[in-house]
């Protein structure tokens, strides 16, 4: 910073004028940091942001730290970077001369969002009791994408059929519900859909005991019209399922169904009920 000073000396009939100049030197004044778009879009792709770092400094300032994230990106007063979600974040510099010898910081921050498309779209689901039984409970199906803005559209299949169009669903623990899950998002930047690279299966587990018979379909009420030839069987979906079959009457034991026993009769002679069986029965697996 220069100032000037006019000095008048006054004689008698005579005026001597003269001019002295007063240079004053300074440190870094109102550093400020900008940034620019080469097209005025922060789209990601093609093209590059200038992001320059201003002070008012006598000397000139010859030395710059630009940051990005509060790591130091470069020491130029100017630098160029490309338009990439990487380059998102906060922005600031600090200019010095040869009169302060200390960096000053600039009083503001530039806060750079590049916008992008979804990215990274996966799928994953989560039990509230951590296990797959068939019963209650439910099964929580998320779909995740990175995105900027934030993805507004989800869509989640099941089996290829459109199953909803929420970012979460919950479903029930049923075998109807078993089966390839997939979902696919999108924002304002594309509109287009962008599918997860990944799909999740989720298989309901269950064990259910069928008794049958080659008369008539069966209640556990039993009762004097039951059919003498009662099989019963165990239907299950998982690996070494088959198991031992407890069967109670009336809240006691009657007797266990060795899983080995090809034909399973829940009584322990198939031939015609007497009364003595009738009855309440359950079946329990072990």
């Known amino acids: 910073m220069e100032k000037t000073f006019l000095v008048c000396l006054v004689y008698a009939f005579a005026i001597d004028t003269s001019v002295l100049y007063i240079k004053v030197s300074d440190g870094p004044r109102n550093v400020r940091i900008a940034y620019a778009a080469d097209d005025e879009q922060l789209w990601e792709g093609s093209g590059y942001i200038t992001i320059r770092c201003n002070a008012d400094c ?5 030395r710059y730290l630009i940051y990005h994230n509060d790591t130091l990106k470069d020491t130029s007063k100017e630098i160029k970077i490309t338009k990439t979600r990487e380059n998102s974040g906060r922005y600031y510099c600090s200019a010095s001369n040869s ?15 590049i916008k992008y498309g979804p990215r990274n779209v996966s799928i994953e689901y989560t039990t509230d009791h951590g296990n797959l039984w068939e019963g209650h409970g439910y099964i929580t199906i998320r779909c995740n994408a990175d995105c900027n803005p934030p993805c507004d559209r989800y869509l989640i299949y099941h089996n290829d059929t459109l199953k909803d169009t929420s970012k979460e669903i919950k479903i029930t623990k049923t075998r109807e519900n078993s089966g390839r899950y997939f979902c696919s998002a999108s924002n304002s930047v594309r509109r287009g859909n962008v599918k997860s690279s990944t799909n999740v299966d989720i ?15 069966l209640s556990m009420r039993i009762n004097s019209d039951l059919p003498t030839n009662v099989i019963c069987n165990i239907v299950c979906n998982y690996y070494n399922c088959q198991s031992d079959i407890k069967v109670w009457k009336d809240s006691t034991h009657y007797r266990t169904i060795p899983k080995s026993f090809r034909r399973k009769s829940i009584f322990d002679r198939r031939k015609a009920l007497s009364l003595g069986k009738l009855g309440n029965y359950s079946i329990f697996l072990n």
């Open 58 to 62: 006598n000397p000139l300032c010859d």
């Open 203 to 217: 298989t309901v587990k269950y064990q259910t005991v069928i008794l049958k018979t080659d008369r008539k379909s």
């Open 99 to 113: 009169v302060g010898r200390g960096y000053v910081q600039s009083g503001n921050v530039a806060n750079i969002s």
